[in-house]
Antibody, heavy 118, light 110 residues
Framework: EVQLVESGGGLVQPGGSLSLSCAAS????????MHWVRQAPGKGLVWVSR????????AYADSVKGRFTISRDNAKNTLFLQMTSLRAEDTAVYYC???????????WGQGTLVTVSS | SALTQPASVSGSPGQSITISCTGS?????????VSWYQQHPGKAPRLVIY???NRPSGVSDRFSGSKSGNTASLTISGLQAEDEADFYC???????????FGGGTKLTVL
């Protein structure tokens, strides 16, 4: 059974940093592209970032480019999202997601809430 | 830019409903990589349709997808109470950003 378990969310002040992790199991992590998708309270899904199998190619939404960094450790089956210069508008549930093909997601984590507030 | 979905749709048990998802010739119209996700309150999204028309294992055959031009559609037949949820479409773009989502549609089963 595919499992994606996010951790690292919490309350952070504007301008602060936070690092999210996603522990993957039940599939071959090293051959799967991965995504982070977020959802602000009461709002819709928004794609944040994507990484290829070996971490050599990444992509970001314009809203987070230069502030967020996606990475992975295939030896530990773990996906990361390093977030810096956080803003109130970054407040959301952040989902780790496994790519099926062509940026379609076939499995989602349960999400971790990031709240940016003073 | 984000794909366009109706904010809400509703139907009675046993009826059929269709949710539209309108994009452009750069995303929905250009690629057969449209997917649909169902999200119940407080839960993670679940894939119900991929590659425009395909259903993942375990998804009811009451869910079906189609596409015409720049608009994709999700149809749910034989509505059941448990279908009540938010639905999101997404499409591959081949450019930046590499994927876009619709704003979501709230399905109410009357």
């Amino acid at each position: 059974e595919v499992q994606l378990v996010e951790s690292g969310g919490g309350l952070v002040q504007p301008g602060g940093s936070l690092s999210l992790s996603c522990a993957a199991s039940g599939f071959t992590f090293s051959t799967s592209w991965m995504h982070w998708v977020r959802q602000a309270p009461g709002k819709g899904l928004v794609w944040v970032s994507r990484i290829n199998t070996d971490g050599s190619a990444t992509a970001y939404a314009d809203s987070v480019k230069g502030r967020f960094t996606i990475s992975r450790d295939n030896a530990k089956n773990t996906l990361f999202l390093q977030m810096t210069s956080l803003r109130a508008e970054d407040t959301a549930v952040y989902y780790c997601a496994k790519d099926l093909s062509f940026n379609q997601v076939d499995h989602w984590g349960q999400g971790t809430l990031v709240t940016v507030s003073s | 830019s984000a794909l366009t979905q109706p904010a809400s749709v509703s139907g009675s048990p046993g009826q059929s409903i269709t949710i539209s998802c309108t994009g452009s010739s750069s995303d929905v119209g250009a690629y057969n990589y449209v997917s649909w996700y169902q999200q119940h309150p407080g839960k993670a999204p679940r894939l119900v349709i991929y590659d425009v028309t395909n259903r993942p294992s375990g998804v009811s055959d009451r869910f079906s997808g189609s596409k015409s031009g720049n608009t994709a559609s999700l149809t749910i037949s034989g509505l059941q109470a448990e279908d009540e949820a938010d639905f999101y479409c997404s499409s591959y773009t081949g450019s930046r950003p590499p994927v876009v989502f619709g704003g979501g549609t709230k399905l109410t089963v009357l």
